[in-house]
């Protein structure tokens, strides 16, 4: 068995799974939960060690015969402010009455080597 080759923090790579991108370093997609490597020195990585910021919300429809549109829009910005990065996570409609729940988490976990720019 080979020994994982050391990333650059912050490098990214799509997974194999779902085609979503995340970090090299992961030993676990943290958008479809699917296991990437099995050997240990990996385990730490790939598990979180700090959730440094979570937030859970409930938007409802409270009218009895409209229906509400929404769009979940995740925004990261730099130290100076600058919009990073801007993404539309999610669309869709509300009946009347009904309610939806959603939890925005950022998991920081320690680096396994020198940072990559962002931008």
Request: charged share 20%.
């Amino acid at each position: 068995m080979s020994s994982p080759r050391p990333s650059v923090a912050g490098k990214t790579r799509a997974c194999p799974h779902c085609k979503a991108t995340i970090l090299e370093s992961s030993s676990v997609c943290p958008a479809c939960r699917h296991y990437l490597r099995f050997d240990a020195a990996s385990q730490p990585a790939g598990a979180p060690s700090v959730q440094a910021f979570r937030v859970e919300g409930v938007i409802r429809n409270h009218e009895p015969a409209r229906h509400w549109e929404y769009a979940v829009v995740v925004t990261i910005r730099n130290e100076r402010g600058e919009e990073v990065r801007r993404q539309v996570v999610n669309v869709g409609a509300l009946e009347p009455q009904e309610r939806r729940t959603f939890t925005v988490a950022v998991e920081m976990s320690g680096g396994s080597g020198p940072a990559t720019p962002t931008g």
